[in-house]
C-alpha cells in the first residue's frame, strides 16, 4: 500500500498469473527478463512495512502516490547504503502498535488477516499434497500483528524476523501468553537472513519487500527454497499500476505485479496462487497474495 497526493489506480496484469487465484507455471521468461538478473551481487542489510508519521509524511507503502516510476527497483535505488539505513531510522521512530504497523490504517487490520487465512486454507486443508502446520516464519514481523492473529491460531509454532529490535521486544508482551509458541526472534534485515532448511511449512512475507532491492529479494526467496514437504512462501504485499515506485519517506519501493513475477520467477519459483486482496479503501494501492514453492 502507499502514501499519496493523488488517487490514481489501475488494474496491473501479470504476464501469464492468473488474477483468479489458479495454478501458475514458473516459464523460462522472454529475453529481456533473461537479462535483467546479470551477475547478481550477494546481499547486505534491510527492513519491513509501515508507520504513523504526519498526514503529509505518512509511507507511500499505503497510498498511492506520484513518484518516480521506472522498470526495475535498481534504476530508482542510488546508494544501497543509504536505501537501508534511512528505512531503519524510519522504523525506528515509529510507534510499535498495530496502528503503527499500518500507517495509521489499524482499522484495516481484521480485514487483512480474515482475506489471509482463507487464502492460507486453501493450502492446509486435507489433501495429498496438504502443507503442514508445524512452523511457519513470520518476515517483517514488527510487533506480531500477523504472528499473533494469522499464525498462532494456524501453526504449532512461529519463528519472527524484523529488523527493528523495539518492535521485537514489544512483541513478547504484544503475544500474551501465545508468545510462548514464539521459538525465535530473529532481529535481522531479511538480505541478511537465510531461513533453516527444511524447517517451515509456510514462510509469510507481508509489507515487507519494497524495502529489498531487486538482487537481495530474489536471493532472499532463493534462500527460502529449502521449505518441508509442501511448504509454501507467500508474498503478500502492494503492487503498483505499473514499473516500479520510490518513496523517499520510508525509503521503500512498490513495484508492479509483472516486476515481482519476473523476480520470482528468476529465483526458481513457481506461482502456486494469486488473489487481490478486496475490501480495502479506495485511496490505497492494489494488494495481491501470492503462493509459491
Request: net charge neutral.
Amino acid at each position: 500500500m502507499r502514501s499519496a497526493a493523488a488517487r490514481l489506480r489501475g488494474e496491473v496484469s501479470a504476464g501469464g498469473a492468473s488474477a483468479g487465484g489458479g495454478a501458475v507455471p514458473s516459464g523460462q521468461g522472454s529475453a529481456e527478463e533473461r537479462t535483467c538478473f546479470p551477475q547478481l551481487p550477494r546481499p547486505l542489510s534491510g527492513r519491513r512495512k509501515p508507520g504513523e508519521p504526519t498526514q503529509q509524511q505518512k509511507p507511500a507503502w499505503l497510498f498511492w502516490r506520484k513518484t518516480q516510476t521506472t522498470t526495475m527497483a535498481s534504476d530508482v535505488v542510488e546508494d544501497e547504503l543509504e536505501f537501508y539505513s534511512k528505512a531503519e531510522k524510519y522504523w525506528r521512530d515509529v510507534p510499535p502498535t498495530v496502528d503503527g504497523m499500518l500507517g495509521g490504517y489499524g482499522h484495516i487490520s481484521s480485514i487483512d488477516i480474515s482475506s489471509s487465512r482463507k487464502f492460507l486454507h486453501r493450502f492446509l486443508r486435507d489433501g495429498p499434497n496438504r502443507t503442514g502446520t508445524a512452523l511457519a516464519l513470520d518476515c517483517g514481523a514488527g510487533i506480531g500483528r500477523i504472528t499473533k492473529r494469522l499464525l498462532l491460531p494456524l501453526f504449532k509454532s512461529v519463528d519472527m524476523v524484523d529488523v527493528t529490535e523495539d518492535f521485537l521486544n514489544k512483541a513478547k508482551t504484544y503475544l500474551g501468553t501465545e508468545g510462548q509458541r514464539v521459538r525465535n526472534y530473529f532481529c535481522c534485515g531479511l538480505q541478511d537472513f537465510s531461513p533453516e532448511p527444511n524447517t517451515y511449512d509456510v514462510i509469510w512475507i507481508q509489507w515487507v519487500i519494497g524495502h529489498l532491492t531487486d538482487e537481495h529479494l530474489l536471493h532472499f526467496l532463493q534462500r527460502c527454497l529449502g521449505l518441508r514437504p509442501n511448504g509454501i512462501i507467500v508474498i503478500k504485499d502492494n503492487m503498483a499500476q505499473e514499473g516500479v515506485i520510490m518513496d523517499e519517506v520510508d525509503s521503500s519501493v512498490c513495484r508492479d505485479l509483472e516486476v515481482v513475477c519476473k523476480i520470482i520467477r528468476h529465483a526458481g519459483l513457481s506461482l502456486l496462487a494469486q488473489e487481490k486482496q478486496e475490501n480495502f479503501p479506495d485511496e490505497i494501492y492494489h494488494v495481491y497474495t501470492l503462493a509459491m514453492r
